[in-house]
C-alpha cells in the first residue's frame, strides 16, 4: 500500500491507498520539530482509530516546508523500512517537465496539483489552491507546470487584519449576506469574501486572456466550496487533488522504474 504526504504550510495530510482507493485520510498541525517517533505515535493511534492496519511499502512526499522532509524520511524509513519519493527531489521524476524560468524552484504542492489536475482533467488548465495562500497554477496542453500567480491566503489576509490594525478583532471568514455591512465583523467579512471573489475572477480572465484560449479552472483547498456559493468562478471543485497529483506521481515513477 502507499503512504502519500502533503506537508504544507499549516497542516499536514496523510493518505493511505490500496492501489487507487484511499483507505483514510488524516490531518494533524505541520510543525518542522516533530520527530518520527512522534509522528508514529500520531499516525499509529488513529489508525487503531478507523480500525485498519494497513502493511505500507510505499511512501511519497510532497512538501513545502524543506525541515520537516529529513523527519518524515526517517519515519518512513524506520517504520515502513521503504526510501520515500520526495517531490522535487531528482530521483522523483514529473509525468511532464516544468517549463520555467532556468533555476526556478517550483512549490512542490504546485507541481503535483498540475499533475493530479491534468491526470482528471486533460490540459489547458488553472488550478485556484485556497491554502495557506491562494496559488493559480497553470498547466499546458501536455500538462506542463508552466507558472502561475501566488496571492496571501484568505485566512492570512483575515490575521493580516486583526494584528496590525488594533480595533479589528479575528473573525472566519464566511460568505456574508449583503455586501455592505452594518458593523465592523460583517465589513471585514465582506471585504475579504468579495474581494477575493473579484481577485480569482480577474486573475483567471487575465490568465485566460493571455494565453488565447479556453481553459477550464480547478478549484481545491479547503475554502473552495466557500467560494463556489456564489459566482461561476469554477468549473470544477476537487477536494482530494494534491493527494491523487501524488498517486499520479508515485505511479509514473514506478512505470519508469520498470
Given at each position: ?57 510505499e511512501v511519497i ?62 490540459g489547458n488548465l ?133
Open positions: 500500500m502507499l503512504l502519500a504526504i502533503d506537508c504544507g504550510n499549516t497542516n499536514t495530510v496523510f493518505s493511505i491507498y490500496d492501489g487507487d482507493h484511499a483507505l483514510c485520510t488524516m490531518r494533524t498541525s505541520t510543525h518542522h520539530a516533530r520527530t518520527a517517533d512522534a509522528y508514529f505515535t500520531w499516525f499509529s493511534t488513529l489508525l487503531n482509530h478507523y480500525k485498519i492496519d494497513p502493511e505500507i511499502t512526499i510532497s512538501s513545502t516546508v524543506p525541515r520537516v522532509v529529513f523527519n518524515l524520511r526517517v519515519f518512513s524509513d524506520q517504520f515502513f523500512n521503504c526510501r520515500p519519493l520526495v517531490v522535487g527531489k531528482p530521483d522523483c521524476l514529473l509525468p511532464t517537465n516544468p517549463r520555467v524560468d532556468e533555476g526556478t524552484l517550483v512549490g512542490p504542492d504546485r507541481l503535483v496539483n498540475a499533475a493530479g489536475a491534468y491526470d482528471r482533467h486533460g488553472i488550478v485556484v489552491d485556497f491554502g495557506t495562500a491562494t496559488t493559480f497554477d497553470v498547466a499546458d496542453h501536455d500538462g506542463a507546470y508552466v507558472g502561475g500567480v501566488i496571492a496571501p491566503g484568505v485566512n492570512l489576509s483575515l490575521e493580516a487584519l486583526h494584528m496590525a490594525a488594533a480595533a479589528l478583532p479575528h473573525v472566519d471568514i464566511t460568505k456574508p449576506q449583503r455586501v455592505v455591512g452594518t458593523n465592523t465583523v460583517a465589513c471585514m467579512q465582506s471585504g475579504v469574501f468579495w474581494g477575493y471573489v473579484g481577485l480569482v475572477k480577474e486573475i483567471c480572465a487575465r490568465i485566460k486572456a493571455e494565453r488565447e484560449s479556453p481553459m477550464k479552472i480547478i478549484a481545491t483547498g479547503g475554502l473552495a466550496s466557500l467560494f463556489a456559493q456564489t459566482e461561476d468562478l469554477f468549473d470544477v471543485i476537487e477536494n482530494d487533488l494534491t493527494m491523487h497529483g501524488l498517486t499520479v506521481i508515485h505511479k509514473y515513477n514506478k512505470e519508469i522504474a520498470g
